[in-house]
């Protein structure tokens, strides 16, 4: 018998587990997950060595100075082995991931499918879910498969389709781009962060643009209670996914398929409007829409919080050069462009006075240590790096009572 014939049909309590790999199925996603970590871990020291030792020497010679950002470290480095190597592991796995992973949701897309729907009819946990099936999908979701996962976000081949929900949700989003990127750590961060930093700051509910699944926006209701939660996104496979998830979990969520740029709640609706790893994806005029929608819906006394990359005004060249790596090799082509602009004047330009904006690199909750969050606030501890230990953010606050 061959491990096909021997999975085990184990009761099903919640939409992940009808996610049922082989036994090799399972052994090939944890070896890319391994090997992308591998490279994102390991060789990018060899990257960051080849760089000092030949590729900056090499661009002195001819300029006569030091690359001065990213992009010219990218055209300077491209042909060397190192980096092409680098490369070329990131780019394989990226790839590889949603293959090992096509298999086992093709051979139970029905059961899931048919799993989703009930829950949504059933809704024990009272939460809602409302797709929209004649939404139109801006032309960056749809010119290139995000992230080189074939469908991307948002295709759908079935009626109600869970298909690249689960693919981009189970497990992992992709390759684990970090080990500090667990799910629910970015909004526990937040919260935490706005909690020390506006003590009278009391939310009663928050929406999270471009939540995909919600597994962030779960995370909100932990540090405020009573908070209600609202997550939109453009692609609707991964909000049913997340709506099966979290009414299976207990979590009441209110998740709607809504293009960001023309956000369906009337003005003042949010005390809180947060983001992860959005804007970076989302072509730069959008981006800009994105944020007077977040602005508009916001109470008076309201704060926004949006979680990136740094921009390259915050990191040194070799810095901006691995940052934006996605841009030219992960089907991200907005990534750099969005990365140029300043987040403090973002926010400004979309109705935030001045003084309320902020544009900080916050700890991780599950990693930075209790007993330095007041040193970290006071400004006596070294600040993490966005990724290792830390996220950057940028927002501001309205005016007005909240
Ligand atoms: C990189 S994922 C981030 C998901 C999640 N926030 C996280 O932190 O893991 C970007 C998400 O934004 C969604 N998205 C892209 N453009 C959008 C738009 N205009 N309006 C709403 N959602 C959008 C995509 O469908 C995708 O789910």
Redesign the pocket.
Known sequence: MNSDQTRERETVTNIDSLFRQTHDEYVRTRYIANLHNHALMSLRFDVKDAYEKSVRPAFERDHGRSPETGHEIYKAIGSNLFYRTYSSIRCNAQEMMPQSKQAAIERDLREMIDFARTVANENPAGGTLKTDPDLEM?S??TALD??LTPG???SEFAEDDVAQGVL?GVGH?GPPINPARV?GN?GASVSKWLKSVFPDFAPSNVL??????G???MAYAKEFSQLELYG????AP?LRYGHAKAEQAGVKMHLSQ????EIDFPDASFDLVV????F???AVP?TKR?LAEAFRVLKPGGIMAN?ELPPHKACEPFLNFMYDWDTNHNNEPNFRNFRSQDSAQLSVEAGFPEHSTFELTIPDAATFPEAQYADFLDGKVPVPLHGRGGWFIFGGRKSGAS
Do not use: K
């Not at 939109?232 to 692609?235: K, L």
């Not at 983001?275 to 959005?278: G, L, V």
């Open positions: 801006p960056y979701i995000v992230h991307g976000y948002h981009l989003c799910f970015v999270d643009m471009g939540t995909q699944h597994s962030n926006l939109i996104d453009i692609a991964g809504q293009n960001a740029e983001s992860s790893f959005f970076h994806e989302i959008s994105i979680v």
